[in-house]
């Protein structure tokens, strides 16, 4: 399996920005961020494969992106957050395994541990 190791959350007002990273063990994979608040389920936010091709959930389109960085050893993928609202409150975890750029979860078969993300009203 892929290790996965999340960073970046924090805490934020609501319009305010902040970016997440990820650091994978293996470099050109298809991977994607996904979001759990509380009592909800966790749900896909926006996901890029291997040619760049992205996808991303209409609740974040215009104030989200996606990006990876290929360049080191290390794979790392980034999750640029802008114009964030107190909705996107939720532990973000890092996924990689898909084969397309996809927000399904049952297309993901490594996950990271989740870093905390808070938008304050």
């Known amino acids: 399996q892929v290790q996965l190791a999340e960073s970046g959350g924090g805490s934020v007002q609501a319009g305010g920005s902040l970016r997440l990273s990820c650091v994978a063990s293996?470099?050109?994979?298809?991977m994607g961020w996904f979001r759990q608040a509380p009592g909800k389920e966790r749900e896909g936010v926006a996901s890029i494969d291997r040619s760049g091709r992205t996808t991303y959930a209409d609740s974040v389109k215009g104030r989200f992106t996606i990006s990876q960085d290929n360049a080191d050893a290390e794979n790392t993928l980034y999750l640029q957050m802008n114009s964030l609202k107190p909705e996107d409150t939720a532990i973000y975890y890092c996924?990689?395994?898909?084969?397309?750029?996809?927000?399904?979860?049952?297309?993901?078969?490594?996950w990271g541990q989740g870093t905390q993300v808070t938008v304050s009203s």
């Open positions: 996924a990689a395994g898909c084969s397309v750029a996809t927000i399904k979860e049952s297309n993901f078969a490594s």
């Open positions: 293996y470099r050109k994979y298809c």
